[in-house]
């Protein structure tokens, strides 16, 4: 794909440029793998799943990955085989999206909120660290806009848990995992983070192989996408196969049958038993056929989204606009959300700005209102979260995805110094 199109006007729609906020990147590749599941005879979850399976684990360097339908079930299934629930306490960022809050509530843990760093969406570790007691079980940073957190940080805090720590599980084998790690864990909600690298203990780690337990979302509008889908993965448990964690999740995302559709397949195999009365979520072999041709393009794709970075970085810092930093010493970020803030302005004025933004043709969006500010949460989270609510108030998210070119992305920078120029 060419990026650069010297002497073109980006897409116009009834006279105006037209910049969608984040279409998928799919090309032939993937249409075509997805037409050879379709004549395979092979739609549901198969051998291409199990491939992009293995393919993701290599990728992270994680010690296993199972695919699913989507990030959330894949925290669900992650809090679940962990052996959390009932009684149990999970921290979560209040400057978030839903599906962060929801997993551990459709388990039946307590969520308590954190509020933000000032000026920062990542959860003030100081109060994180306070926060912790003897029902707390894990921990669920968010990996905003593919940016990494400081997970040093966090399993510090983790440790310092072990003398309050009280490991229970409500399963057998979420009760040897929390007998093993003995401390807090540490759960990635990583929805934007695919191909995102940190320092970590001295070294380079990926994303996937950092945290205890990792969620990646692979919806539409991700950097990798299988249309719909997530994953889960792992670090390796000492004195836990990683088998054994895999065929765990296998269960709990097929109705606690003992064999997948494949494995019913071989000759005289079509008997099974059902273990528990679990859940239905696992992916097909159609999302994985996008998936593998997605994963094999996806170091190009991440360096795209670098380079449109740059342009963005470029015009904000002569506007003197803060912006999420992607590309430090100590982290390169998977590039997946352009989050700005103009100095100065509130929630109304943030709105206008937007609307002059539309009328331009580049669709801009918000990331994230705060869950405290939600009605479905408003019950659920006691407290106030001033840092959080301020850095939401005047945050806008510039379109970032591998279909700009330079030049809409020169456009973008341009429409949005002129739509804010008189609110500085």
């Not at 969520?111 to 894990?138: C, H």
């Not at 940016?147 to 229970?168: P, T």
């Not at 001295?202 to 990792?214: K, V």
């Not at 390796?236 to 003992?258: A, C, N, P, V």
């Amino acid at each position: 794909m060419n990026h650069v199109r010297s002497g073109t006007a980006p897409e116009k729609r009834g006279g105006l440029c037209h910049i969608a906020f984040s279409p998928p990147d799919i090309g032939e590749a993937e249409i075509r793998e997805v037409a050879d599941t379709l004549r395979s005879g092979w739609i549901t979850t198969g051998p291409k799943t199990k491939r992009l399976e293995h393919e993701l684990a290599r990728f992270t360097g994680a010690g296993g990955v199972v695919c699913l339908n989507s990030a959330t079930a894949a925290e669900e299934m992650i809090l679940r085989a962990a052996g959390i629930g009932e009684g149990d306490e999970v921290i979560v960022p209040a400057y978030t999206y839903s599906a962060t809050a929801a997993a551990a509530i459709h388990v039946g843990a307590k969520v308590v909120f954190m509020d933000s760093q000032p000026g920062s969406p990542q959860m003030d570790y100081d109060a994180l660290e306070q926060a912790i007691n003897g029902r707390t079980k894990a921990i669920i940073p968010v990996d905003i806009g593919g940016i990494l957190c400081d997970y040093e940080r966090l399993f510090d805090i983790a440790e310092k848990s072990r003398d309050v720590f009280k490991a229970k599980g409500n399963c057998d084998l979420g009760r040897r995992i929390q007998k093993r790690m003995g401390r807090v864990m540490v759960i990635a909600d990583c929805a934007h983070g695919l191909g995102a690298k940190r320092i970590f203990r001295g070294q380079w780690r990926n994303a996937g192989d950092i945290a205890d337990f990792t969620s990646f979302s692979f919806h539409a509008v991700k950097n990798f996408t299988t249309g719909e889908g997530g994953a889960a993965a792992w670090r390796t448990i000492e004195g836990i196969d990683d088998e054994e964690i895999y065929r765990y999740f296998q269960l709990l995302s097929l109705h606690g049958q003992s064999k997948d559709a494949l494995a019913k397949t071989q000759l005289g195999g079509w008997e099974y038993d059902i273990i528990g009365p679990w859940y239905k979520c696992n992916m097909t072999d159609i999302m994985a056929a996008i998936g593998l041709k997605q994963l094999e393009r996806y170091p190009g794709l991440l360096e795209r989204r670098r380079q449109i970075i740059g342009i963005y970085d470029r015009a904000c810092d002569r506007m003197g606009v803060s912006h999420l930093e992607h590309y430090t010493k100590e982290g390169i970020s998977s590039g997946h959300l352009y989050i700005t803030r103009i100095p100065g302005i509130d929630s109304t004025r943030r709105q206008e700005i937007i609307a002059l933004m539309a009328e331009k043709g580049v669709a801009c969006n918000v990331h994230y209102k705060p869950l405290p500010l939600m009605s479905g949460y408003k019950d659920l989270c006691s407290g106030r979260f001033p840092n959080a609510v301020a850095y939401y108030e005047n945050e806008i998210t510039l379109p970032l995805h591998t279909l700009l070119s330079d030049e809409d992305a020169e456009y973008v920078a341009e429409q949005f110094r002129t739509a804010t120029e008189s609110y500085m």
